[in-house]
């Protein structure tokens, strides 16, 4: 089983920036970790994932360049900044693991879930 905590949410104004942070702790080590989110109304959308045994990171339709997602191995930690912040963001951020090779932009491809963090982007 693995546990995630998320933490670092809160009100920025449009154009600012936020860092997430994950902490994993857990027996097993997953396949893949990633980041989602699910704005009122709307269903659950990618947002940045990666392979622990690969260097590859993946971002979802129109994020990459403003989103990046990162890990610190000996924290057990994974990160998502968020730069040029837009009111669109506004959303729960959760983080995931996957326990299996799946495609990482499925929701329902990963195993756990953290309890979500607010992001709200004030205009």
């Known amino acids: 089983q693995v546990r995630l905590v998320e933490h670092g949410g809160g009100l920025v104004q449009a154009g600012g920036s936020l860092r997430l942070s994950c902490a994993a702790s857990g027996r097993t080590f997953p396949y893949a970790m990633g980041w989602f989110r699910q704005a009122p109304g709307r269903e659950r959308e990618f947002v940045a994932a990666f392979r622990l045994n690969d260097t590859s990171t993946y971002y979802g339709d129109s994020l990459k360049g403003r989103f990046t997602i990162s890990r610190d191995n000996a924290k057990n930690t994974v990160y998502l900044h968020m730069n040029s912040l837009k009111p669109e963001d506004t959303a729960v951020y959760y983080c995931?693991?996957?326990?299996?090779?799946?495609?990482?932009?499925?929701?329902?491809?990963?195993?756990?879930w953290g309890q979500g963090t607010q992001v709200t982007v004030s205009s």
């Open positions: 995931a693991a996957a326990m299996g090779p799946v495609a990482l932009d499925i929701p329902r491809h990963y195993d756990y």
